[in-house]
């Protein structure tokens, strides 16, 4: 197998096992702005947990993109798993598909939710009139967050783990 073995006991890689941790950690912090946001009313507050999830996110998944196209071969890691076949469709294979299914419209959706409220609240930011827009949005972002990463938890499991 290719790559940095990771640190989970699994057959994953390094940067597997650090994007794996890194959703268990944004998924909480998720609840956390939204309940700051919603309950509390700290604006400021969500406004820096929202960006520091994004730049947590950014890093770990642009290391972990450079890692399966240049140093990893999940398919090799996978070969251990009951559920992975590298001939044909298998459960690994659909899991993979429907984490992409989450994953990629919700990094677009959360980038467009974040750049819209960068550039449409006010600062300090406070309700204003994209309040509804972005509350709808924003709903929809951490719905897709929150399923990219029970999808991605599942792969991991079936691929590597299992």
């Given at each position: 197998m290719n790559?940095?073995?990771?640190?989970?006991?699994?057959?994953?890689?390094l940067m597997l096992d650090v994007v794996f941790l890194a959703m268990f950690a944004i998924v909480p912090l998720l609840?956390?702005?939204?309940?700051?946001?919603?309950?509390?009313?700290?604006y400021g507050l969500h406004k820096r947990l929202q960006l520091g999830m994004a730049?947590?996110?950014?890093?770990?998944?642009?290391?972990?993109?450079?890692?399966?196209?240049l140093f990893t071969d999940w398919r090799a890691r996978a070969a251990g798993s009951p559920y992975y076949s590298a001939d044909g469709w298998s459960l690994v294979w659909a899991s993979l598909t429907v984490h992409l299914g989450?994953?990629?419209?919700?990094?677009?959706?959360w980038i467009a939710v974040?750049?819209?409220?960068?550039?449409?609240?006010?600062?300090?930011?406070?309700?204003?009139?994209?309040?509804?827009?972005?509350?709808?949005?924003?709903?929809?972002?951490a719905i897709g967050m929150t399923m990219t990463a029970a999808?991605?938890?599942?792969?991991?499991?079936l691929a590597f783990a299992a």
């Amino acid at each position: 197998m290719n790559g940095i073995n990771g640190f989970l006991g699994t057959r994953a890689s390094l940067m597997l096992d650090v994007v794996f941790l890194a959703m268990f950690a944004i998924v909480p912090l998720l609840s956390l702005s939204l309940y700051c946001v919603k309950r509390r009313l700290r604006y400021g507050l969500h406004k820096r947990l929202q960006l520091g999830m994004a730049a947590i996110l950014l890093v770990a998944v642009s290391l972990f993109e450079l890692d399966m196209r240049l140093f990893t071969d999940w398919r090799a890691r996978a070969a251990g798993s009951p559920y992975y076949s590298a001939d044909g469709w298998s459960l690994v294979w659909a899991s993979l598909t429907v984490h992409l299914g989450f994953a990629v419209p919700t990094l677009v959706l959360w980038i467009a939710v974040i750049a819209l409220a960068w550039r449409r609240f006010p600062t300090p930011p406070r309700p204003a009139s994209h309040s509804e827009t972005h509350r709808v949005l924003g709903w929809l972002a951490a719905i897709g967050m929150t399923m990219t990463a029970a999808t991605g938890w599942l792969f991991y499991w079936l691929a590597f783990a299992a």
